[in-house]
T-cell receptor
Framework: GESVGLHLPTLSVQEGDNSIINCAYS??????FIWYKQESGKGPQFIID?????DKRQGQRVTVLLNKTVKHLSLQIAATQPGDSAVYFC???????????FGTGTRLTIIP | GAVVSQHPSWVICKSGTSVKIECRSL??????MFWYRQFPKQSLMLMAT?????????EQGVEKDKFLINHASLTLSTLTVTSAHPEDSSFYIC???????????????FGPGTRLTVL
């Protein structure tokens, strides 16, 4: 069936550097994508989203890029901080479908 | 922002007993709530969609008679794990959609999760 997956399960980044987390999706009908951050023992926290009619969206220290041609999504975190250490999930759905499909997750570790 | 709470945050029970987990939207109304299960180092898997005033919709492979869902009000959904067994030990997370912002999935707010351990 359709799935959303991540290229790398773990990523270590030096504090202050930028990080890039990647996500591949296979459902060509997906038109809405979200990045979530999950700290240990907590529920997912919304970071940023993007709709399929856009290819880039920026937030505070975060940028999401969408490449529909290759069905690829990325999350860029600028000037990483220790508090950015967490597992990051991408999720997708069709706008008419309430359900979210989550990717496998990438654990980001910020090295002091 | 919108807040979703879960109670309890963790629970330990004996095999064969039933456990009820509550999910509440604290400052908004939610006609739809979702229940997820997350095993260690794995992603969130949707178990069921809980609709206020109607029966829940379960995902394929999820036993509706084992995981009872009740959504009796616009702010409360409960998940009861009946006759729990060690393999039911997991992190259960709920989410809720804000009724006022229907049509936008970014209004799905997540609870803090409930850690269930079945001995």
């Amino acid at each position: 069936g359709e799935s959303v997956g991540l290229h790398l399960p773990t990523l270590s980044v030096q504090e202050g550097d930028n990080s890039i987390i990647n996500c591949a999706y296979s459902n060509s009908a997906s038109d809405y994508f979200i990045w979530y951050k999950q700290e240990s023992g907590k529920g997912p926290q919304f970071i940023i989203d993007i709709r399929s009619n856009m290819d880039k969206r920026q937030g505070q220290r975060v940028t999401v890029l969408l490449n529909k041609t290759v069905k690829h999504l990325s999350l860029q975190i600028a000037a990483t901080q220790p508090g950015d250490s967490a597992v990051y999930f991408c999720a997708e759905n069709n706008f008419g479908n309430e359900k979210l499909t989550f990717g496998t997750g990438t654990r980001l570790t910020i090295i002091p | 922002g919108a807040v979703v709470s879960q109670h309890p945050s963790w629970v330990i029970c004996k095999s064969g007993t039933s456990v009820k987990i509550e999910c509440r939207s604290l400052d908004f109304q939610a006609t739809t709530m979702f229940w997820y299960r997350q095993f260690p180092k794995q992603s969130l898997m949707l178990m069921a969609t809980s609709n206020e005033g109607s029966k829940a919709t379960y995902e394929q492979g999820v036993e509706k008679d084992k995981f009872l869902i009740n959504h009796a009000s616009l702010t409360l959904s409960t998940l009861t794990v009946t006759s729990a067994h060690p393999e039911d030990s997991s992190f259960y997370i709920c989410s809720a959609r804000d009724l006022r912002r229907q049509g936008s999935t970014d209004t799905q707010y997540f609870g803090p999760g409930t850690r269930l351990t079945v001995l």
